[in-house]
């Protein structure tokens, strides 16, 4: 059986993804790859690298219920999907934040929360800081040896969209590393929505297209022994294809390109001071991969189908 679906914002980097994935795919057809304002053009005008003849569309919104789409992905601005998505028929996918906290939505991290992504109508797919985090922190969370999370997380300037910017201008970012957004980023409630206590979180742009680093601090209830923590995170992501825990300190080359997130370091200090690596490829298990992730759950196909086999970009020596 073949799905019908479709893109909107397919000409934003994180659209431009889903639609290298998705072309992957042996069981979908996409049929609409909404862009307003490249729609008619080639791809190719955009994106020199696409090895593919499709054009952008515009099509309204009743154009694209009319296609009987099965899936659509919004790749979208916030606000977006608020405002389309009771107009649509076909079952979402929603790569922005407008429902990452409402409990209307699925939570699109497969390795939490899967069986809710089956037969859901509206997945919300999670951010890509928000993904290294959770990944991170949720096994040792669990297990309530936690008193306090810090998260110190840089992103490839890809994480800051097409629009311009401050933190994606060459300009600012070249041969630099950018801070921003302190202790009041818009991911740190979704961060805090799934991890109990007090949880610090802090941005930072690096001068590199794509690839997440987050060092997550998590102090402790008590010093414990860096094997067993390491134990605990196998166990909990045992069977998780996605997910690897690493005997060496996780890089961006181990997961450039791919659907993978990295953990690794599992080092404890003498003051209770747990520090884990998890490093992502934003665009992919960040966003567009995560997605692809989320539809194969809910059409009931393979979950690794079009994601599992990607080549990371750098090949370690």
Known sequence: ??????????????????????????????????????????????????????LFTDLPLDELNALELDVLFLAMHEGYA???????????????????????????????????????????????????CLLAGRPVARAGWVRHFVFDSKSGYSGAGRAP?????????????????????????????????PVSFTPHVLPLFRGLLT????????????AAV?????????????????????????????????????EVDETGRLVVISVLDNLVKGASGQAVQNMNLMLGLEEGTAIESLPPVHRRG
Do not use: W
């Not at 402790?220 to 860096?226: F, N, Q, T």
């Open 215 to 226: 060092t997550m601090h998590a102090l402790l209830d008590k010093p414990r022994d860096a």
């Open 1 to 54: 059986m073949t799905y019908r679906v479709g893109i909107v914002g397919a000409s934003g980097y994180a659209g431009y993804e889903l639609l290298r994935l998705l072309d992957r795919h042996p069981s979908v057809e996409v049929v609409a790859l909404n862009s307003a304002s490249m729609g008619g053009r080639p791809v190719r005008d955009l994106y020199p690298d696409y090895a593919g003849a499709r």
């Open 165 to 197: 910017s401050y933190v994606n201008d060459p300009a600012h970012f070249g041969d630099n590393l950018i801070p921003y957004k302190l202790t009041d980023h818009r991911h740190a409630p979704e961060i805090r929505r799934f991890l109990p206590g």
């Open 230 to 266: 390491r134990r605990l995170y196998e166990e909990a992501y045992a069977g998780e294809r996605f997910v690897r825990i690493l005997d060496r300190i996780p890089e961006l080359h181990d997961v450039q390109g791919t659907n993978l997130c990295c953990l690794g370091g599992f």
């Open 82 to 132: 608020r405002e389309s998505r009771p107009k649509l028929r076909a079952r979402v996918i929603d790569l922005s934040r407008d429902y990452r906290l409402d409990p209307e939505a699925a939570y699109g991290l497969p390795e939490f929360f899967r069986a809710g992504l089956r037969d859901a109508r509206l997945v919300s797919n999670p951010g890509c800081y928000v993904t290294s």
